[in-house]
């Protein structure tokens, strides 16, 4: 089981909006609605941001927005802060039974 | 309120064994998927196996099967993962994570293991 693929990383200024891509197979994210996406801060614990694909965890900014389409699953985040500059990891479940994490992604904020 | 608190930091040589715990409180400990995740300095997070205590469910990633062994103690609300030999590339933080219908909302602090001569 391969990881699911991400941008290594993704800037935006403040403000703006940015999209992170997570593409996987039909044997995963275009098999199962279970594509959830965690935000890690240097040192910190992954924290669970979006799950089901496009649910957002309580206490969560509307600010972020998962999809999904086909193999492809997205995370977008509008309005861009100094604090979203973090790793993404997106996540999901696969026909062989276990779960798969993306590459991750580093978002900078310019 | 549920927590997950993980046994603390590790030191060990490669060949040695290690077990490491991650303790549940706040809810039915038994009724709950454990996972267990691999983030080797600097790198992404990885899954290295699933539990499910109630019906027996242990799942590997290939990566990890036959390296690695997560078992309970139910008595003590209690999950471990466990190396018979390690090795340098050990070295890890490793994080314990409760899970439900796919999602995975609490985590523990994370161990940090190193493995060094």
């Known amino acids: 089981q391969s990881a699911l693929t991400q941008p290594a990383s993704v800037s935006g200024s403040p403000g703006q909006s940015i999209t992170i891509s997570c593409t996987g197979t039909s044997s995963d994210i275009g098999h199962f609605n279970m594509v959830s996406w965690f935000q890690q801060h240097p040192g910190k614990v992954p924290r669970l941001i979006i799950s089901?694909?496009?649910s957002r965890t309580s206490g969560v900014s509307v600010r972020f927005f998962g999809s999904k389409s086909g193999n492809t699953a997205s995370l977008t985040i509008s309005g861009l802060q100094a604090e979203d500059e973090a790793d993404y990891y997106c996540n999901s479940y696969s026909t062989s039974d276990i779960h798969v994490f993306g590459t991750g992604t580093s978002v900078t904020v310019l | 309120e549920v927590q997950l608190v993980q046994s603390g930091a590790e030191v060990k040589k490669p060949g040695e064994s290690l077990k490491i715990s991650c303790k549940g409180s706040?809810?039915?400990?038994?009724?709950?998927?454990i996972g267990w995740v691999r983030q080797m300095p600097g790198k992404g997070l990885e899954w290295m196996g699933i539990?499910?205590?109630?019906?027996?469910?242990?799942r590997y990633s290939p990566s990890f099967q036959g390296q690695v062994t997560i078992s309970f103690d139910m008595s003590i609300s209690t999950t471990y993962l466990q190396w018979s030999s390690l090795e340098a590339s050990d070295t890890a933080m490793y994080y314990c994570?409760?899970?439900?219908?796919?999602?995975?909302?609490?985590w523990g602090q994370g161990t940090p293991v190193t493995v060094s001569s």
């Open positions: 089901d694909v496009s």
């Open positions: 539990a499910y205590y109630a019906n027996s469910d242990y």
């Open positions: 994570a409760r899970g439900a219908g796919g999602t995975w909302f609490y």
């Open positions: 706040g809810y039915d400990f038994s009724n709950y998927w």
